[in-house]
Protein backbone atom coordinates (compact mmCIF):
# COMPACT_ATOMS: atom_id res chain seq x y z
CA UNK A 1 0.00 0.00 0.00
CA UNK A 2 0.88 3.78 -0.55
CA UNK A 3 3.48 4.97 2.54
CA UNK A 4 3.90 8.31 3.90
CA UNK A 5 4.27 11.31 1.33
CA UNK A 6 5.50 14.71 1.57
CA UNK A 7 5.56 17.45 -0.58
CA UNK A 8 7.62 19.59 -2.07
CA UNK A 9 10.73 16.82 -1.94
CA UNK A 10 13.47 19.86 -2.60
CA UNK A 11 12.46 23.44 -1.63
CA UNK A 12 15.03 26.46 -1.82
CA UNK A 13 13.91 29.92 -0.33
CA UNK A 14 14.65 33.46 0.16
CA UNK A 15 15.71 34.31 4.03
CA UNK A 16 11.89 35.98 5.37
CA UNK A 17 9.77 34.63 3.20
CA UNK A 18 6.97 31.87 4.50
CA UNK A 19 7.24 28.52 3.37
CA UNK A 20 4.74 25.28 3.76
CA UNK A 21 5.67 21.63 3.72
CA UNK A 22 3.14 18.92 3.47
CA UNK A 23 2.71 15.80 5.05
CA UNK A 24 0.27 12.77 3.50
CA UNK A 25 -0.08 10.04 6.31
CA UNK A 26 -0.82 6.26 5.66
CA UNK A 27 -4.65 5.76 5.40
CA UNK A 28 -5.84 5.12 8.63
CA UNK A 29 -3.45 6.20 10.83
CA UNK A 30 -4.97 8.51 13.64
CA UNK A 31 -0.75 9.69 14.81
CA UNK A 32 1.08 11.99 12.74
CA UNK A 33 4.72 13.40 13.42
CA UNK A 34 7.01 15.99 12.42
CA UNK A 35 10.72 15.97 13.08
CA UNK A 36 13.45 17.90 11.60
CA UNK A 37 17.08 16.87 10.65
CA UNK A 38 19.64 19.30 10.16
CA UNK A 39 23.28 19.56 9.15
CA UNK A 40 25.02 17.20 11.56
CA UNK A 41 22.80 17.32 14.01
CA UNK A 42 20.41 14.57 15.27
CA UNK A 43 16.40 14.01 14.36
CA UNK A 44 14.64 16.44 16.64
CA UNK A 45 11.24 15.85 17.97
CA UNK A 46 9.23 19.18 16.85
CA UNK A 47 5.35 18.38 17.04
CA UNK A 48 2.64 15.47 16.76
CA UNK A 49 -0.72 15.13 16.08
CA UNK A 50 -3.15 12.47 17.14
CA UNK A 51 -6.27 13.05 15.26
CA UNK A 52 -6.85 16.80 14.49
CA UNK A 53 -5.34 17.92 17.49
CA UNK A 54 -1.75 18.66 18.75
CA UNK A 55 -1.84 18.35 22.86
CA UNK A 56 2.03 19.23 22.89
CA UNK A 57 3.58 21.75 20.97
CA UNK A 58 6.37 22.77 22.83
CA UNK A 59 8.83 21.22 20.71
CA UNK A 60 8.57 23.87 17.71
CA UNK A 61 11.70 25.88 17.51
CA UNK A 62 9.92 29.20 17.36
CA UNK A 63 6.57 31.06 16.93
CA UNK A 64 7.45 31.51 13.40
CA UNK A 65 6.58 27.71 13.19
CA UNK A 66 3.28 26.15 13.09
CA UNK A 67 1.40 22.85 12.17
CA UNK A 68 -2.36 21.86 11.32
CA UNK A 69 -4.19 18.86 10.27
CA UNK A 70 -7.34 18.81 8.95
CA UNK A 71 -9.59 16.20 9.11
CA UNK A 72 -7.50 13.49 10.55
CA UNK A 73 -5.28 13.28 7.70
CA UNK A 74 -2.98 15.43 5.90
CA UNK A 75 -0.63 17.76 8.11
CA UNK A 76 1.26 20.94 6.78
CA UNK A 77 3.92 22.85 8.38
CA UNK A 78 4.07 26.43 8.16
CA UNK A 79 7.52 28.53 8.66
CA UNK A 80 6.96 32.18 8.65
CA UNK A 81 9.81 34.58 7.63
CA UNK A 82 12.10 31.73 7.13
CA UNK A 83 15.82 32.40 8.43
CA UNK A 84 18.70 30.53 7.62
CA UNK A 85 19.18 28.14 10.67
CA UNK A 86 15.91 26.70 9.13
CA UNK A 87 17.64 24.51 6.93
CA UNK A 88 17.27 21.35 6.92
CA UNK A 89 15.02 17.57 6.41
CA UNK A 90 11.87 17.99 7.41
CA UNK A 91 10.21 14.40 8.25
CA UNK A 92 6.49 13.28 8.77
CA UNK A 93 5.90 10.02 10.54
CA UNK A 94 2.30 8.17 10.91
CA UNK A 95 1.22 5.53 13.23
CA UNK A 96 -2.11 3.92 14.18
CA UNK A 97 -1.63 5.93 17.45
CA UNK A 98 0.46 8.03 19.39
CA UNK A 99 0.20 6.19 22.86
CA UNK A 100 1.11 2.33 23.34
CA UNK A 101 -1.89 2.43 26.00
CA UNK A 102 -4.64 1.65 23.70
CA UNK A 103 -3.31 -0.65 20.98
CA UNK A 104 -0.14 -2.35 21.31
CA UNK A 105 1.27 -1.39 18.16
CA UNK A 106 2.14 2.15 17.35
CA UNK A 107 5.51 1.86 15.06
CA UNK A 108 6.02 4.99 12.74
CA UNK A 109 6.34 4.96 9.51
CA UNK A 110 8.18 7.83 7.73
CA UNK A 111 7.72 9.87 4.80
CA UNK A 112 10.69 10.52 2.60
CA UNK A 113 11.26 14.34 3.84
CA UNK A 114 11.61 17.98 2.45
CA UNK A 115 15.08 19.39 2.19
CA UNK A 116 14.64 22.60 3.07
CA UNK A 117 16.86 25.26 1.80
CA UNK A 118 17.00 28.98 3.05
CA UNK A 119 19.41 31.09 1.06
CA UNK B 1 14.86 15.01 30.79
CA UNK B 2 15.19 12.18 28.72
CA UNK B 3 18.33 11.97 26.99
CA UNK B 4 19.36 9.12 24.31
CA UNK B 5 22.94 8.51 23.82
CA UNK B 6 24.51 6.27 20.92
CA UNK B 7 27.95 4.20 20.83
CA UNK B 8 29.92 4.30 18.50
CA UNK B 9 29.31 7.41 16.75
CA UNK B 10 30.48 5.80 13.69
CA UNK B 11 31.56 1.65 13.02
CA UNK B 12 33.19 0.09 10.23
CA UNK B 13 33.77 -3.91 10.03
CA UNK B 14 34.28 -6.43 7.16
CA UNK B 15 31.66 -7.58 5.48
CA UNK B 16 30.66 -11.05 7.26
CA UNK B 17 31.21 -10.30 10.35
CA UNK B 18 28.57 -9.72 13.41
CA UNK B 19 27.83 -6.69 15.41
CA UNK B 20 26.41 -4.81 17.76
CA UNK B 21 25.40 -0.62 17.81
CA UNK B 22 24.17 0.33 21.51
CA UNK B 23 21.28 2.78 22.82
CA UNK B 24 21.23 4.38 26.30
CA UNK B 25 18.56 6.53 28.00
CA UNK B 26 18.34 8.31 30.75
CA UNK B 27 14.84 7.90 31.86
CA UNK B 28 13.43 4.33 31.85
CA UNK B 29 9.48 5.42 31.84
CA UNK B 30 9.47 4.99 28.08
CA UNK B 31 6.35 3.35 26.09
CA UNK B 32 8.56 1.55 23.48
CA UNK B 33 11.79 2.01 21.55
CA UNK B 34 12.23 2.10 18.12
CA UNK B 35 15.55 1.12 15.94
CA UNK B 36 15.52 2.74 12.39
CA UNK B 37 18.02 2.91 9.49
CA UNK B 38 18.69 6.05 7.50
CA UNK B 39 20.03 5.77 4.06
CA UNK B 40 21.52 8.54 2.18
CA UNK B 41 18.72 11.17 0.61
CA UNK B 42 15.90 8.75 1.70
CA UNK B 43 13.79 8.84 4.54
CA UNK B 44 13.85 6.37 7.76
CA UNK B 45 12.77 3.20 7.61
CA UNK B 46 11.83 1.28 10.43
CA UNK B 47 13.38 -1.79 11.62
CA UNK B 48 12.36 -3.31 14.82
CA UNK B 49 9.73 -1.87 17.76
CA UNK B 50 9.75 -3.07 21.35
CA UNK B 51 7.57 -2.46 23.66
CA UNK B 52 7.95 -1.23 27.31
CA UNK B 53 7.19 -5.27 28.04
CA UNK B 54 9.34 -6.64 25.66
CA UNK B 55 12.49 -7.71 26.21
CA UNK B 56 13.71 -8.51 23.09
CA UNK B 57 12.60 -8.22 19.09
CA UNK B 58 13.88 -10.24 15.53
CA UNK B 59 13.52 -9.78 12.04
CA UNK B 60 15.88 -12.21 9.96
CA UNK B 61 19.40 -10.96 10.72
CA UNK B 62 18.47 -7.97 12.96
CA UNK B 63 17.61 -8.48 16.92
CA UNK B 64 16.98 -5.96 19.16
CA UNK B 65 17.23 -6.39 22.73
CA UNK B 66 15.51 -4.30 25.84
CA UNK B 67 16.62 -3.93 29.12
CA UNK B 68 14.70 -1.03 30.57
CA UNK B 69 15.86 -1.10 34.12
CA UNK B 70 19.61 -0.31 32.92
CA UNK B 71 18.27 2.12 30.42
CA UNK B 72 20.38 0.76 27.52
CA UNK B 73 19.25 -1.57 24.08
CA UNK B 74 21.48 -2.92 21.46
CA UNK B 75 20.89 -3.75 18.04
CA UNK B 76 22.74 -7.39 17.04
CA UNK B 77 23.68 -7.39 13.29
CA UNK B 78 24.14 -10.78 12.06
CA UNK B 79 26.77 -11.96 9.36
CA UNK B 80 27.37 -8.21 7.85
CA UNK B 81 26.26 -7.37 4.01
CA UNK B 82 27.87 -3.86 2.09
CA UNK B 83 24.04 -3.29 1.84
CA UNK B 84 24.12 -3.18 6.11
CA UNK B 85 25.95 0.20 5.51
CA UNK B 86 23.58 2.94 6.76
CA UNK B 87 22.94 5.40 9.60
CA UNK B 88 21.29 3.88 12.39
CA UNK B 89 19.06 6.11 14.84
CA UNK B 90 17.07 4.51 18.34
CA UNK B 91 14.60 6.39 19.43
CA UNK B 92 12.48 6.41 22.39
CA UNK B 93 8.76 7.31 23.01
CA UNK B 94 8.18 8.63 26.46
CA UNK B 95 4.88 9.10 28.92
CA UNK B 96 4.57 12.48 27.43
CA UNK B 97 4.16 10.95 24.02
CA UNK B 98 7.60 12.66 22.63
CA UNK B 99 9.97 10.54 20.71
CA UNK B 100 14.05 11.29 21.58
CA UNK B 101 16.09 10.51 18.90
CA UNK B 102 20.10 9.48 19.52
CA UNK B 103 22.28 10.52 17.27
CA UNK B 104 22.68 7.79 15.14
CA UNK B 105 25.80 5.24 14.34
CA UNK B 106 27.29 5.14 11.18
CA UNK B 107 27.70 1.92 9.91
CA UNK B 108 29.94 1.17 7.06
CA UNK B 109 30.43 -2.61 6.45
CA UNK B 110 33.83 -2.92 4.07
CA UNK B 111 33.21 -5.44 1.40
Known amino acids: GAGVSQSPSNKVTEKGKDVELRCDPISGHTALYWYRQSLGQGLEFLIY????????KSGLPSDRFSAERTGGSVSTLTIQRTQQEDSAVYLC?????????????????FGPGTRLTVL | KQEVTQIPAALSVPEGENLVLNCSFT??????LQWFRQDPGKGLTSLLLIQSSQREQTSGRLNASLDKSSGRSTLYIAASQPGDSATYLC??????????FGKGTRLHILP
Open chain 2, 91 to 100: AVQDRDDKII
Open chain 2, 27 to 32: DSAIYN
Open chain 1, 93 to 109: ASSLAATSGALPNNEQF
Open chain 1, 49 to 56: FQGNSAPD
